[in-house]
């Protein structure tokens, strides 16, 4: 997701940035996959794990979350993600490898509870380990290692069994990243998209959902030609359903563009839209 100058490793240190993988958002907490509810948790907590699979053997992304009631109108998650992937074919003649660990801490404040409910979301997410994209051929890579700061305003409004969301949120990518090779690899900027959800409660235990995330500010994936920096639209559509209603445990299967849970990576889209088969169950206690 940067924009680089000629020389194959360029290409290996941008995909660091595309493996930082959309919101935590559970069936018990509202919102879709890639955006937030516009309702404050209040119920018991939620452990949770979301699993993404994409093309290409041991490419994949997991995290492990927690949600919960803060205090009165305020709600929080934290969530441990990690991914890596290895590019399986070579683009300017090398293959692409990256990992990235990575903490995200992000807060839900109800500032309006009557027809259009609406929550302010801020967070921050702070690289652990493995935030590295590298060059296979050369080893030459780049390191992102700086804490990303999000925002979002997240409006919500129920019609029966139909729920809507918008949700204008951003992400504070840093510009630029210098690389092994003392030469700088421009980064995606702040990213703000404007996402629209759906939710559909079809009967007491199943429910489906989608969303769509068009970028307005900043870049969000890396063209597959050129290898420069670009906007693409992010989406995500899946189905929740409750597996043991006495443990309030439900499992969602979906598919989608964006690589992961964070507030901030659910604004990132994957190359040539590639799309993941992705797994999430949650459970309260």
Do not use: H
Not at 224 to 233: A, S
């Amino acid at each position: 997701m940067f924009k680089t100058r000629p020389g194959p490793w360029l290409l290996a240190a941008s995909v660091i940035l595309l493996l930082v993988s959309t919101q935590a958002v559970m069936a018990q907490c509202g919102g879709t996959l890639n955006l937030r509810s516009g309702v404050a948790y209040k119920g018991a907590n939620v452990g949770w794990t979301d699993w993404r699979f994409w093309d290409g053997e041991d490419n994949k992304t997991y995290a492990f979350g927690l949600t919960g009631k803060v205090a009165d109108n305020w709600d929080g998650s934290v969530t441990f993600q990690a991914a890596g992937t290895e590019g399986e074919d070579p683009i300017g003649g090398a293959v692409r490898k990256s990992d990235l660990q990575l903490l995200a801490l992000d807060a839900g404040w109800q500032v309006r509870d009557t027809n259009w409910k609406i929550v302010l979301n801020p967070g921050c997410e702070f690289v652990t380990a493995d935030a590295l994209g590298t060059n296979a051929v050369t080893g030459e890579s780049a390191d992102w290692g700086d804490m990303i700061g999000t925002f979002g305003v997240v409006c919500e409004r129920q019609y029966g069994s139909w729920t809507w969301i918008i949700n204008p949120k951003l992400a504070g990518w840093k510009d630029d990243v210098v690389a092994t090779n003392y030469q700088t690899v421009e980064g995606f900027g702040t990213v703000i998209g404007i996402g629209v959800g759906l939710r559909k409660q079809m009967d007491d235990r199943l429910v489906l959902m989608a969303d769509v995330t068009p970028i307005i500010s900043g870049d969000n994936s890396l063209d597959m030609d050129t290898n420069e920096v670009e906007r693409t639209l992010v989406w995500g559509v899946g189905a929740t359903y409750l597996l043991l209603p006495d443990s309030n445990t439900w499992l969602t299967v979906f598919g989608s563009n964006a690589f992961g849970t964070t507030p901030a990576t659910s604004l990132l889209a994957t190359p040539d839209n590639s799309v993941c088969f992705g797994v999430r169950a949650a459970s309260t206690f």
